[in-house]
């Protein structure tokens, strides 16, 4: 009987001391036997390494690499160089598998060989409470495609197969910081073939000092940057700059460039063969919804307004959202005060559709060493 492969689980590790050992005791709770937990120290300043060195003294299994801080990229690149396993998990140590999480995807891979990796959907914590993730239905449509528009899976939720990923493949780019992933995702998914598991594997926390809160700007340029080379590479575009350009600073002249853009895009896509044009359209609209994003965190009503007008795509967005936005030419302050309402509204929303961590994480609960 061929054995399970081994999983070596990456598991980068900065100043996370209040997350860490819930993070891999999650992991070596794993319904899955066979499995290596690679943490990579990068130079973390609180009690992260005493943590780890803690979990290593109980279980084997576990393996540190500790230095100097050099970036998450670094840490990656240097855990897929000592990872022994057939398939290479990513963990985040703030975050939660379920018990389930590594027997599910080697499930996947042991059906589906071909794959190159996969990913799943997360349950999200935010203040104490946890939201179950849904199926967007907008993953029934070409990966490869929709991976040129944005990121197609939580990064923590990746599984990859060396069996069939080119060793040269496998690697992160520096270039890419702080969208790292997008630009793996994106190369990878060219190349290989990869699935979507429609089934929540861990729980993803949303808090102030994760690497998503703390380098949102930096992570958007970035994101904007690698929309542009594919697009360019797809030839749907000869004017990149102007994403760069909003994805620096946002001024009526940006957004108005950005809605331009926008309008151009969908003519070039409209098109394209009935096989693919479907895919690109909602990675088009996914792209609208980004820099409306971008631009609403702005907390300029007048500018969305502009966005939104010149794009022709009030209807895209939610009626709350319209009525807030309306009189933003006019009167920002009004549009300020609605839109603040309606986050509120939606916390609230978010409260009563959730179930308090406690009773979810209770199980697997574990206090730091």
């Not at 061929?2 to 993070?23: C, D, F």
């Not at 528009?149 to 780019?173: C, Q, S």
Request: aromatic share 8%; charged share 25%; proline share 5%.
């Amino acid at each position: 009987m061929t054995a399970a492969p081994l999983i070596s689980v990456l598991l980068p590790v900065y100043n996370a001391e209040p997350h860490v050992a819930a993070a891999v005791q999650s992991i070596l709770r794993q319904d899955y036997g066979r499995i290596e937990v690679i943490a990579i120290d990068d130079g973390s300043t609180d009690r992260s390494l005493e943590i780890l060195e803690c979990c290593r003294r109980d279980d084997s299994r576990v393996s540190i690499i500790s230095r100097e801080n050099r970036g998450l990229v670094a840490s990656l690149n240097e855990g897929l160089e000592v990872a022994r396993g057939e398939l290479v998990a990513r963990m985040d140590a703030d975050d939660f598998a379920y018990p389930w999480r590594l027997s599910r995807q080697a499930a996947l891979f042991a059906a589906r060989p071909e794959l190159g990796f996969c990913g799943a959907l997360v349950d999200t914590l935010l203040h104490g409470r946890i939201a179950r993730g849904r199926l967007d239905p907008v993953f029934r449509l070409s990966l490869p495609v929709l991976s040129k528009f944005f990121t197609v899976f939580m990064h923590p939720t990746v599984v990859y197969n060396r069996k069939v990923i080119g060793e040269a493949d496998l690697h992160y780019d520096g270039f890419y910081r702080h969208a790292e992933d997008f630009d793996l995702f994106r190369r990878l998914a060219e190349r290989y073939p990869t699935a979507l598991i429609p089934e929540s594997l861990l729980v993803y926390r949303i808090h102030p000092g994760s690497v998503t809160s703390l380098h949102s700007k930096e992570m958007r340029r970035t994101h904007l940057r690698i929309v542009c080379e594919n697009l360019e590479s797809e030839g749907l575009t000869e004017d990149g700059a102007t994403l760069r350009a909003i994805g620096d600073t946002v001024t009526s002249d940006t957004v108005a460039r950005a809605a331009a853009f926008i309008r151009a895009l969908e003519e070039r896509i409209a098109a394209l063969p009935d096989t693919t044009r479907p895919s690109f359209e909602a990675g088009a609209l996914n792209l609208f919804y980004f820099l409306y994003q971008l631009v609403n965190d702005e907390e300029r009503p007048a500018l969305a307004h502009e966005l939104l007008t010149l794009t022709g795509k009030w209807n895209a967005i939610r009626r709350r959202e319209k009525y807030a936005l309306r009189p933003g030419a006019w009167a920002p302050w009004l549009s300020q005060a609605s839109m603040w309402a309606g986050k509120r509204a939606d916390w609230v929303a978010y409260r009563l559709k959730s179930a308090p961590a406690a009773s979810v994480l209770a199980p697997y609960r574990v206090e730091a060493a």
